[in-house]
Nanobody
Framework: VQLQASGGGLVQVGGSLRLSCAAS????????MGWFRQAPGKEREFVAHIGWLGSNIDYADSVKGRFTISRDNAKNTVYLQMNSLKPEDTAVYYC????????????????WGQGTLVTVSS
């Protein structure tokens, strides 16, 4: 599956952004999808997961209550709505298709988008 992430940009503290991840190549509607992020000098970390039916939604503790993951299988797209952004949310955000068993583990994802940069300024 090919993944194309978009929607990143520069936003002020407290602002919002919506990231999109467009998929092609496999049956997207059967894919469990995740969002990860990687800040400068840090490892790539789990942000959110959504099952192929739109269920089994989970978030990293650091984004719970602020971020919302969703999907539109008719458009082959998964979204990440990010509200109340903080400087520590600054990172490159990646979408990925789950192929393994542990959705919080980046090694369980074989397909990755190219990443989109989110910068939160204070």
């Amino acid at each position: 599956v090919q993944l194309q992430a978009s929607g990143g940009g520069l936003v002020q503290v407290g602002g919002s952004l919506r990231l999109s991840c467009a998929a092609s190549g496999r049956t997207f509607s059967r894919e469990n999808m995740g969002w990860f992020r990687q800040a400068p000098g840090k490892e790539r970390e789990f942000v959110a997961h959504i099952g192929w039916l739109g269920s089994n939604i989970d978030y990293a503790d650091s984004v719970k209550g602020r971020f919302t993951i969703s999907r539109d299988n008719a458009k082959n797209t998964v979204y990440l709505q990010m509200n109340s952004l903080k400087p520590e949310d600054t990172a490159v955000y990646y979408c990925a298709a789950l192929t393994g068993s542990s959705y919080k583990d980046r090694s369980s994802y074989a397909y990755w988008g190219q990443g989109t940069l989110v910068t939160v300024s204070s």
